[in-house]
Nanobody, 125 residues
Framework: QVQLVQSGGGSVQAGGSLRLSCTVS????????MEWFRQDIRNEREGVAS???????NYADSVKGRFTVSRDSAKNILYLQMNNLKPEDTAMYYC???????????????????WGQGTQVTVSS
């Protein structure tokens, strides 16, 4: 049974940093696609950043240069380091994973079966 357990998040002032973690268990082996999504009350869930089976990363334009996705393969933990946070980054953040290669673009919600529980990030101005 695949499980994704998230930690991190919280509240920070604009310009600050936070790191999210997503611990994955239940996948055979350690090669799988993982993606971070976020959703606030006004918008649909959107893809933020992903790391593919071979370590290739992909970022939404809105977070390029500020967010970094990384992975501890030994522990099957995916991280999202968020720097220079802005109020518009305020959202519930979710990690998602799948054994296949990542979808061709970010944000393809229906391509993922396994999700973390979500963690809130709040950025004040």
């Amino acid at each position: 049974q695949v499980q994704l357990v998230q930690s991190g998040g919280g509240s920070v002032q604009a310009g600050g940093s936070l790191r999210l973690s997503c611990t994955v268990s239940g996948f055979p082996g350690d090669r799988f696609c993982m993606e971070w999504f976020r959703q606030d009350i006004r918008n649909e869930r959107e893809g933020v950043a992903s790391m593919d089976r071979d370590g290739t990363t992909n970022y939404a334009d809105s977070v390029k240069g500020r967010f970094t996705v990384s992975r501890d393969s030994a522990k099957n933990i995916l991280y999202l380091q968020m720097n220079n946070l802005k109020p518009e980054d305020t959202a519930m953040y979710y990690c998602a994973a799948r054994i296949l290669w990542c979808p061709s673009s970010l944000g393809r919600i229906s391509d993922y079966d396994d999700w973390g529980q979500g963690t809130q990030v709040t950025v004040s101005s």
